[in-house]
């Protein structure tokens, strides 16, 4: 059978789309590479029994989403879009009691960098100003790409190869820190980090670049390989 593998929703609990009400939300390139690599995803809503709802898939894909609030005051005109804490509470539930059940995480963006953070790890909350060494990481949509450098002998390694081609890439925010027991298994040229993954055995890694919206290993690799690994954990 195909696995299933559970994603969270993003929340617009500020009215963006319809100011009575809270939506949640996801983009369907996530459910659609999922289902090109033999699995089929199922969507998580927000709500009081995570840990129930994590006893029922076989891995889990934590999306893109908004931004992480920062500690500090930032400089006037550096905007942040928070992620709502409600959200982030759900998303770090799923987490916790997935990787205690040892299922394969993909986490993307967002995703990375709530998995830095459950793991002690360390954000950069907006790049141009805590890195103003780096390059450029809003890239345009359509064709922005910068490379990578990723490292022998990891999980993304045998799913991208160690030179893959290079990446989009749409955040202003990234990982400073990759946590305890966790590895950087990527780095953008300018030496910001790309990938983290778990060094105990299981599938677990971050990337922050979109694979689900990419061709070629980037998507077929990475989420081909997310989705076998869902796959062994399924009851035969």
């Not at 450098?149 to 160690?162: F, K, P, Y």
Request: net charge negative.
């Amino acid at each position: 059978m195909r696995p299933f593998i559970g994603i969270p929703l993003g929340l617009d609990d500020r009215g963006r789309w319809n100011p009575a009400r809270d939506y949640q939300y996801i983009d369907s390139a996530y459910a659609r590479a999922v289902a090109d690599c033999g699995g089929d995803a199922v969507a998580l809503p927000i709500q009081e029994r995570a840990e129930a709802l994590v006893e029922r898939i076989d891995g889990l894909l934590i999306p893109g989403g908004d931004d992480f609030a920062p500690p500090r005051a930032y400089p006037q005109g550096v905007v942040f879009d928070p992620a709502p804490e409600r959200q982030i509470e759900f998303d770090r539930r799923l987490l916790a009691h997935a990787l205690g059940r040892n299922l394969p995480v993909l986490a993307i963006c967002y995703g990375m960098q709530l998995l830095a953070l459950h793991f002690g790890g360390a954000l950069v909350y907006d790049i141009p100003t805590d890195r103003p060494d780096a390059g450029p990481h809003r890239l345009p949509e359509r064709d922005g790409r910068h490379g990578v450098r990723v490292e022998t002998g990891t999980r993304l390694a045998a799913a991208v190869g160690e030179t893959p081609e290079p990446v989009n890439s749409r955040h202003h925010q990234a990982v400073a820190e990759p946590g305890g027991s966790m590895r950087v298994s990527a780095r953008a040229k300018d030496g910001l980090i790309e990938a983290i993954e778990r060094e105990a055995a299981g599938f677990c890694v971050g990337v922050q670049w979109h694979p689900e919206r990419m061709r070629g290993r980037h998507r077929e690799g990475l989420f081909g390989a997310f989705v076998a690994a869902c796959a062994e954990r399924r009851p035969a």
